[in-house]
């Protein structure tokens, strides 16, 4: 082709070609635009939003993970589809009463909005779990109204425990298909930092639930909020506080290493954290957990978005005693990130199933 010949060509093809550039890049903008709104401060009613997550972006590199088994959309998509034990951690965001900003309001000891509640009953109501372990619970009767809630969404989880530790606004309940057939206290539940004492914030949740012939043990926790405070370093709070429930596993795993151990719940931080290492960690190799490395049905592993900042995290662990891994069916569990999670809290459930 001549030379004036195949700039004519260019000239013509031009604009399809910018063209085509230019709906590429709108299309990547519109995946990256994902959420909506802040979250609440975790500590204090009405307060500014704390930090909670030091990766960027939803797509942002996940540490090495072994390799699940193929993804099954359909055994994700459909709880009544998938067979096992399927159990659900969730921050369900302030179901409590507390100080709320709406339209620019403030409104003294307001409960959780109901759109916000019926966001929450509607995805668990979805995902069909046989257990539900929850963090930022107010009191027993909130825990109580989620409970009934579901009941009348057609899920029925009739056993509950409820607990907490020295924060008296914010605690961890759980809800069950199947009896709890009993629940345990850690022997240690406060730290010294810098001459004083604390305990821990939201206490360990300890039950075991007997179900298929199998006994399951679930630890959940809710650690202390990277938000800044006078009395002491809030990293160093968090990092005393996993000590702490890491003393309680190694008590369990040594008292019975064949225990079916999940220790769960929002550890607001990220993998490489001493607080994350502390909790999976240990002296003995036989006593390490290992954390299921889940993700949504975009691959991406993030678990929490801070709009403010617009830093998306993976703070929330599902993490089981050594060889509980081979229980898991990695088909049927994920991130779930159902359209409407925005709109329930600024945490996305993770949904573990157990063969």
Same mark, same amino acid.
């Given at each position: ?42 500590? +204090? ?37 998938? %067979? ?6 969730? *921050? ?24 916000? @509640? ?22 027993? !009767? ?8 579901? %009941? ?10 409820? +607990? ?36 821990? *914030? ?8 007997? +179900?298929?012939? @199998? ?118 569990? !994920? ?7 925005? %709109? ?12």
């Amino acid at each position: 082709m001549r030379l004036r010949d195949r700039f004519r060509v260019c000239f013509h093809e031009a604009p399809a070609i910018v063209g085509a550039v230019c709906c590429a890049a709108l299309a990547c903008a519109s995946i990256s635009c994902d959420r909506n709104r802040g979250a609440p401060d975790w500590n +204090t009613p009405g307060g500014t939003v704390a930090l909670v997550g030091e990766t960027s972006g939803p797509a942002a590199a996940a540490p090495p993970e072994p390799a699940p088994e193929p993804a099954d959309s359909e055994a994700a998509a459909a709880p009544g589809g998938s %067979k096992g034990l399927r159990f659900i951690s969730y *921050n369900v965001e302030n179901w409590l009463a507390m100080d709320r900003v709406v339209n620019r309001k403030t409104l003294k000891n307001s409960p959780k909005p109901d759109s916000e @509640k019926q966001a929450v009953v509607a995805i668990l109501a979805r995902n069909a779990p046989d257990i539900l372990g929850l963090c930022e619970i107010g009191e027993a !009767r909130d825990l109580a109204e989620i409970q009934s809630s579901l %009941k009348a969404a057609g899920l029925d989880l009739p056993h509950s425990h409820y +607990t907490g530790g020295a924060d008296p606004v914010r605690h961890l309940g759980l809800l069950s298909r199947f009896p709890i057939t009993s629940t345990a206290k850690p022997a240690e539940t406060e730290f010294r930092l810098n001459g004083q004492t604390f305990g821990i *914030n939201r206490g360990i949740l300890d039950a075991t639930i007997q +179900t298929r012939g @199998k006994s399951y043990r679930f630890l959940g926790v809710h650690l202390k909020s990277k938000r800044e405070i006078e009395e002491a370093d809030q990293e160093q709070m968090r990092v005393h506080e996993a000590r702490l429930l890491r003393r309680h596993v190694d008590s369990i795993l040594l008292a019975d290493p064949q225990a079916r151990l999940i220790v769960y719940g929002d550890f607001n931080d990220t993998y490489p954290s001493t607080t994350v290492r502390t909790i999976t960690g240990g002296a003995d190799k036989d006593l390490r957990l290992k954390p299921i490395y889940l993700r949504d049905s975009r691959k991406h592993a993030w678990t929490h978005h801070w709009n403010h900042q617009d830093i998306y995290s993976r703070i929330d662990f599902i993490t089981l005693a050594p060889g509980m891994d081979r229980e898991v069916n990695f088909r049927a569990s !994920r991130i779930i990130d159902d359209p409407d999670w925005d %709109k329930a809290s600024d945490h996305r459930p993770l949904l573990a199933v157990f063969k």
